[in-house]
C-alpha cells in the first residue's frame, strides 16, 4: 500500500521542486496522508492551486509562507475543518493511509487526525475534562483517569497540574493552556496531529518548551505545523514546504530547502525578501 | 468674558443639571413604589396572608393562599411551555439555521414579543377557554407561556452565538458531532446567560395580569387540578384595589409589595448570575 | 506519470457533503429537525395568533366595515359597534405619556451617556431596568391611591385655576380620566425610553463629540447639537417603542382612566382605551357580535403595535449600525 501511495509525491509537476524527500530517503519512508491535485475555492475566489504533497508517518512536516499563501487553508482540508466554512469548496483528493478521507464520515476522520489551534482554546471546564472530552464523546475502552494522565505527559504538562486537575482550564497561562489543548487532541490517540500556527499567542519561553515538545511527539503521532516563523520550522520539522499565493513553490528536507533552496521565490522568502 | 459667552456656559450648565434631574427623578420613581407599597403592605404580609384563604366580603382577614399556588402553578407550566420552546428555537438559530429560515422564526419572535398582553390574552381565551368552554389554570399557563416564548428565545440565542467559534472548532476537531458539541460545549460555554434570559423571562411574566384576566379569570377558593378557573396574585390585585372595602384594598398592597420584591428578587439575582463573569473569555 | 489517487472530476465533492445518512447516525440530522420544530412553533403560533384575530373579528369586520372606526355608540344591547371612544382614548392617553416621557426620558438617558461617570451610570441603568420590571398591575394600585388623590385634590384644581380657559381643562376634577391615565403611562414607558437612548447615545463615536469640543462648543452645545442629532434616529427608536407600550397597556389604564366611553376635549374627563374595554367587557361580552368587536378592537392594537415596533427596531438598528461603522474609520 505504502509503495503504492508514494509515488503520488513524486508526480512530475514541472514548478515544483519535489521528489527530493522521496529520493533521500527511499524504502523507510512511509506516507500517512496524499494529497494530490488539490484546488480549493472559497465561493468564486480560488485559495489553492492544484497542490500535491505527502505528509511522511512520524515526522514533522511544516507549511510555511507569507500571509495568504494559503499554509491555514491547506492544513484545516487534511482534517476536513474547512468545511465549517460557509461556501467552501475543494476539488482534488486526499488520502489518509490510502483511503480518501472525503469519502469516509467526517466525525471518524475528526478523531484520527486531530488539530491545535492558533489561540489556545480549552473549553470552559476543569483541566482535567478538557483532556477527557475525547475520550468521553467516543466512548473510550481505556480507564479515563490512566488516559488523561498519559497525555497530559506527553503534553509535557503532568507536573506542572496533576494537583490541581479540576480547576478550571483557565486559571493555566496561555503557553499551559496550549499545551492542554495538545494534551486534548493527544488523548483521543490522532495517527496526524495538525497544528496551526500554535505558538504565534504564545511567550518565546513557551514557545521553546511546545517546539520541544513536538519533536518528541513524533514518536508517537505525525505532526503537520503551519507557521508563519521560517525558524520554527526549521528547527522541529523534517520537511517544510513553501507556498505561495495558493501554489506549492517547493517541497523538500528542511535542511535543504533552508540550505539550497530549488527555486528562485523561496530563495528570496527565506532570506527574507519577502514581508 | 463676553457676555455672550457668559450666557452659553450659564445655559450648558443649567441644561447638564436639568438632565441630572430628570435622571434623578426617573430613578426616585422606583423608590417611590418600593416606599409606598412597604408601608401600606408591610404590615399586612404576615403569616396569614400566605396561608389563609381569602374571606367573604365584610369580614376582615384572610388571606390570599389560594391565589399565589395559583400563580405559582400557571408559572410552573408556562416555565414547562415556553422554555423549551424558546431554548430549542434558540438552538436551531444559533447553530443549524440557514438565512431566510431563521430570518423568519426571528421575525416572528419579534413580533410575538411586541403584541400586548392583553391581545395574547385573547388568543390564550380563542385557542385553550373557547374550546373547551372553560376557564382554567392551563389556560392561564398557556397565555403566560407564550409570553415567554420570544424573550427566551432571542436571548438564549445571543448567548450561543456569543460562544466563541474556537471553542466549537476544538470540539469538532476532537470528532465531536455537532449536536454533542452543542450539549457538551456550547450549552454548558453559555449556561449563565441562558439561565439569565429564563429568570428575565419568569419576571416578566409573573407580573402579567391581562392575559390572566379571561383565561384563569380568578377564584375565592382554591383551584384543584388543572382545569378550573383559579385566582392568581396579579388578578387579585387588580381585584382586590378596584374593590371598596378598606381591607381589600389594605391586602391588595400587600400583595403588590410581595409580587414586587419577588420580581425585582429575581431580576437582581439574573444580573448577579451573568455578572459573576461570562465563563468563556471573549477573544 | 500515472498515480494511484483518483482526481475527481471538476464537479468535486461539495463542503459538507457529509452524506444525510451519516449525520442521521451521528444524530446531527435528528437534533437539528428537532429543534426546527420548536423554531417552527414560534412561527406556527404567530401566525395562528393573526389568523385568529382575523377569524374571530369576521362578523364584525362585516357588518360594520369602516363605520366601526367612525362612530361612537358602543351598545352591546342593540348590538351597534364604534371603536372611535376607544381609539381615541388610545390615542388621547398615549399623547399625553409621551408629552411627559419623552424630554424626561431623553433628558435622563443624555445624563446617564453624557455626564454620568460609568459607574455611577451603569448603576443608575441598573435602578432603571428594574423599574422596567414593575408589573403594570402595580402601576395601577399606585395610580389608583396616590396619583388619583394627588390629581383631584391639587393638579386638576390648579390646572383649572390656572389654565381653565383653554378646553383642555374643563369640566368637574374626578382625578380619573384621560389626564391621569397619561401621567401614569408616561410613568411606565420613561424606563423604556432612558434604556434605548442611553444605549444609541453611548454607541455615538467619541471624535464627534471631540470635534464639537475643539470648536469651542460647550459641553451642552456639543451634546444637544452633535450628538443627539447623530443618535437621532435611535432616539425616535425608543419613543416609537415607548408608543407601542402605551397603546398596548391595559391594567394601569383600566384603573385609571375612568371606563367612559366618551369623546371629550377637556383632558379632565374620564374615557376609555383600547386595551381597556377589552379587559372589562371580554368576559362579559353576551352576544357574538359584542366578542368579534372585542376581538377587531385586539386586532386594531395588534396592527399599531405590529406597525410602531417595526419602525422601532429599524430606526434603532440604524442608529447603532451608523454608529459602529464610524467608530471603525
Partial sequence: MQASVRPALSVNLPPIVTSAAARETPEALAMRMTISKLDFFYGAKQTLFDVSMGIATNKVTSLIGPSGCGKSTLLRTLNRMHETVRGAQLRGEILLDGQSILAQDVTALRRRVGMVFQRPNPFPKSIFDNVAYGLRINGSKVPISEAVEKSLRHAALWDEVKDHLHKSAYELSGGQQQRLCIARALAVEPEVLLLDEPCSALDPISTAKIEELLVQLKDICTITIVTHNMQQAARVSDFTAFLLVGQLIEFSPTPQLFTTPGDPRTEAYITGRFG | MSPRLRWRKFVSGFMLTMTGVCAMVAVSVLFLILGYLAVHGGTSVNWNFFTKLPVPVGETGGGMANAILGSAKMLLLATLFGVPIGFFGAIYLAEFSSGSIAFVVRYAADLLNGVPSIVIGIFAYSLVVHPFRQYSTLAGGFALGLMMIPITLRSTEEFLRGVPNPLREAAMALGASKWKTIATVIVPAAYRGILTAVLLAFARVAGETAPLLFTALGNQFWSPGWTHPTASLPVMIYTYALAPYDDWHRQAWAAGLVLLVLILVINIVARAILSRGIAVPRS | ?329
Fill in chain 3, 1 to 329: 506519470m500515472a498515480t494511484t489517487t483518483t482526481i475527481v472530476p471538476s464537479a468535486g465533492p461539495v463542503a459538507g457533503s457529509r452524506s444525510f445518512l451519516s449525520r442521521l447516525r451521528e444524530g446531527d440530522e435528528i437534533a437539528r429537525m428537532f429543534t426546527f420544530l420548536f423554531a417552527a412553533s414560534v412561527v406556527l403560533i404567530t401566525v395562528l395568533l393573526v389568523f385568529e384575530l382575523w377569524q374571530g373579528s369576521v362578523l364584525s369586520r362585516h357588518k360594520f366595515g369602516f363605520n366601526f372606526f367612525r362612530t361612537s355608540v358602543w351598545d352591546p344591547i342593540f348590538e351597534q359597534f364604534g371603536a372611535l371612544p376607544f381609539i381615541y382614548g388610545t390615542l388621547v392617553t398615549a399623547a399625553i405619556a409621551l408629552l411627559i416621557a419623552v424630554p424626561l426620558g431623553i433628558g435622563a438617558a443624555i445624563f446617564l451617556a453624557e455626564l454620568a461617570p460609568a459607574r455611577v451610570s451603569d448603576t443608575l441603568e441598573f435602578f432603571i431596568d428594574l423599574l422596567a420590571a414593575v408589573p403594570s398591575v402595580i402601576y395601577g394600585v399606585l395610580g389608583i391611591f396616590i396619583v388619583v388623590p394627588l390629581m383631584r385634590q391639587y393638579v386638576q384644581p390648579a390646572l383649572k385655576l390656572s389654565l381653565g380657559f383653554l378646553p383642555l381643562f374643563q369640566g368637574p376634577a374626578y382625578g380619573v380620566g384621560f389626564l391621569t391615565a397619561g401621567v401614569v403611562l408616561a410613568i411606565m414607558v420613561i424606563p423604556y425610553i432612558i434604556s434605548v437612548s442611553r444605549e444609541v447615545l453611548l454607541s455615538v463615536p467619541r471624535d464627534q463629540r471631540e470635534a464639537a469640543l475643539s470648536l469651542g462648543a460647550t459641553r451642552w452645545e456639543s451634546t444637544w447639537k452633535v450628538v443627539v442629532p447623530f443618535a437621532r434616529a435611535g432616539i425616535f427608536g425608543s419613543i416609537f417603542l415607548a408608543l407601542a407600550r402605551a397603546l398596548g397597556e391595559t391594567m394601569a389604564v383600566t384603573m385609571v382612566v375612568g371606563n367612559t366611553p366618551m369623546i371629550s376635549s377637556s383632558l379632565l374627563s374620564p374615557g376609555y382605551s383600547i386595551a381597556a374595554v377589552i379587559a372589562n367587557e371580554f368576559t362579559e361580552a353576551t352576544g357574538q357580535l359584542h366578542t368579534q368587536s372585542l376581538i377587531e378592537l385586539g386586532l386594531v392594537l395588534f396592527i399599531l403595535t405590529f406597525i410602531l415596533n417595526g419602525f422601532a427596531r429599524l430606526l434603532i438598528v440604524a442608529t447603532s449600525k451608523r454608529g459602529s461603522g464610524m467608530g471603525h474609520v
